[in-house]
């Protein structure tokens, strides 16, 4: 009934979001923020524990859709032991694919690269962001929650 | 007699609702959030603008006495569709939002003071909360709300007597809840309120185009309501007001239209209603909600009702024959919409799987966020129907309900 939909929700996609990765609270994080996307209500807070400029551990905890609890775990995996500058520019090139399907040559998304269907659906856009922002705003010390609005 | 037209008869009237979406017949499903317009809406649009279109309550000339007699003609039509005794008791506003904001100003600033308690429902919506938030900030009230019992959506009427102490002094509430789909007791809300001289509020944003509504039968002192979730347009809706209260309330908004003369320093206001109603309205929307109303009227508005109260209960009974389903509101006497959560799937996983085979849901918090977190959720599904929505769009839910399940592994 759903093939459209075969290739946003891929089952890498499923596992993730039924058992998200590096869930939960963090002991000893020395930089945290929340997350919030007030359309639909989803919420989540972010943990990271920086050392050196190298974000040497990270977790989180939340409630919303597959995509945005998938695209949150999937990011967990993918930024463990990256420097700031090494985040920002992953954080670029994962905006770019999801809101254009464009890779650049050389990227370092690996296993990101499954999100790369939400493109086509711009109301998801913002799920698939909203772990992003917030992790992006916990390195850069905001206190406010980010908001995808 | 002839047998009027079975209403699946009047979709005919939609255009909108004769489209294929990604390749499925398209089956509207989120008319709490706005209805279809039939042709004849549009078309009084067009034809406003294309013969008609003037400044209203200004000229002299032929267009703008036309103008303004179609537009004051729809105050007229307006006070007959909900059964006010004045004319002058409809205010034209931008819609439901707009009308509880014209009384938390208009008559919150004037006869709120300190102390006082303003008396909500845990179940309304945000435009029937944040108005008063912020009328409680400028004044020192504060708000207090009427439990809801829990997943079953019921006011728990109970607990009325002690809510309605003497320093309530308004009870604002929703008719139809959008998110549960209860339809709470308003004769008997307003009768209560109205032994303690409290004054009342009703959104009527989710029945206006649902069923028959008599301001005089409620007893209340104000309601509002949104044309385009009732066949009309955007961007217009109405306040009702009783005429004594009106009287004694001063503008909210100052400039053209709402005066009876101007001085550099000081003016003067004019009647009830234009005093509510500065600069130039919002004319061709006024006068095309005037058709709507017709139109609701043709097609019958207990006829509407019975319709929601037919299609609500058997929406509610499949998902739940479905199972794995969470549902929310009354088991009995429900409104024509209903709200859910399939098990361990997501609102928002749930609404885009839908609109892949063409059914139009809505998921989120339809603005009632304390409500979802009173009932820990944070969104819900929900269908919400109207006349033009048939037993077979439900039943093609279901089966697209159940596909999700499969898909999820559920
Ligand atoms: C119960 C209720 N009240 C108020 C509103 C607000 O209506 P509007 O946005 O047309 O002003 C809505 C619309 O969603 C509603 O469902």
């Known amino acids: ?149 | 007699m002839n047998q009027p037209p079975s209403l699946s008869e009047y979709r005919k009237d939609f255009p909108a609702l004769h489209q294929q979406v990604h390749g499925h017949p398209l089956i509207y499903l989120d008319n709490a959030a706005t209805s279809q317009k039939p042709q004849v809406v549009i078309d009084a649009l067009s034809r406003f603008y294309q013969c008609d279109n003037a400044n209203v309550h200004r000229g002299i000339h032929e267009l703008s006495n036309r103008a303004s007699a179609a537009f004051e003609g729809t105050r007229e039509r307006a006070g007959r569709f909900i059964n006010a005794s004045h004319t002058d008791e409809i205010i034209f506003t931008r819609g439901t939002t707009e009308s509880i904001n014209l009384v938390a100003n208009a008559w919150g600033n004037q006869f709120v003071k300190a102390g006082d308690v303003i008396l909500l429902t845990e179940m309304e919506h945000h435009s029937n909360i944040v108005p008063w938030q912020m009328l409680a900030r400028r004044t020192g009230a504060t708000l207090a709300f009427l439990p809801v019992t829990g997943d079953d959506g019921l006011l728990d009427l109970s607990r009325l007597d002690d809510y309605l102490t003497s320093k309530v002094r308004l009870l604002a509430f929703t008719h139809i809840s959008n998110a549960l789909g209860t339809i709470n007791p308003v004769v008997e809300l307003c009768e209560q309120a109205r032994k303690r001289g409290i004054t009342t509020l009703v959104d009527a944003a989710q029945s206006a185009g649902h069923r028959r509504l008599d301001v005089q039968e409620l007893g209340c002192d104000f309601l509002a309501l949104s044309g385009h979730k009732m066949c009309g347009p955007t961007g217009i809706g109405l306040l009702y007001g009783r005429l004594d209260l009106l009287e004694t309330m001063t503008p909210w908004q100052g400039g053209g239209d709402m005066i009876s003369s101007v001085d550099y320093h000081e003016s003067t206001w004019n009647k009830v209603p234009h005093k509510f109603e500065a600069g130039t309205p919002n004319i061709a929307d006024t006068i095309a909600l005037h058709t709507a109303m017709d139109y609701l009227d043709q097609v019958g508005r207990d006829r509407i009702a019975e319709h929601d109260l037919e299609i609500g209960a058997y929406a509610y009974h499949q998902l739940e024959r479905l199972g794995k389903v969470r549902l929310f509101g009354p088991r009995q006497q429900r409104a024509g919409l209903v709200s859910f959560l399939l098990h361990n799937i997501h609102a928002h996983d749930v609404v885009t799987f839908a609109d892949q085979q063409g059914v139009a849901l809505r998921g989120g918090h339809h603005c009632t966020q304390p409500l979802m977190k009173k009932l820990g959720v944070s969104s819900t599904s929900r269908a919400s129907f109207y006349f033009y929505n048939t037993t077979e769009e439900v039943d093609r839910m279901i089966e697209v309900m159940g596909g999700i399940q499969k898909f999820f592994g559920e």
Request: proline share 3%; net charge negative.
């Open chain 1, 1 to 149: 009934m759903f093939e459209e939909l075969n290739d946003l929700y891929q089952q890498v996609i499923m596992d993730h979001s039924k058992k998200p990765h590096n869930f939960g609270m963090l002991a000893g994080a020395n930089c945290c923020a929340r997350g919030q996307n007030p359309l639909c209500g989803d919420q989540m807070q972010i943990y990271l524990k920086t050392e050196d400029n190298i974000v040497q551990d990270l977790r989180w905890e939340g409630d919303g859709c597959a995509i945005f609890k998938a695209s949150s775990s999937l990011m967990t995996d993918s930024l463990k032991g990256k420097t700031r500058e090494e985040v920002k520019q992953l954080f670029e090139e994962f905006h770019a694919l999801i809101t254009t399907g464009k890779i650049v040559p050389n990227h370092h998304l690996g296993k990101l690269e499954v999100l790369s269907g939400v493109n086509r659906f711009p109301a998801r856009v913002k799920c698939a962001l909203l772990g992003w922002r917030a992790a992006m705003s916990a390195l850069e010390g905001d206190q406010q929650p980010v908001s995808t609005e």
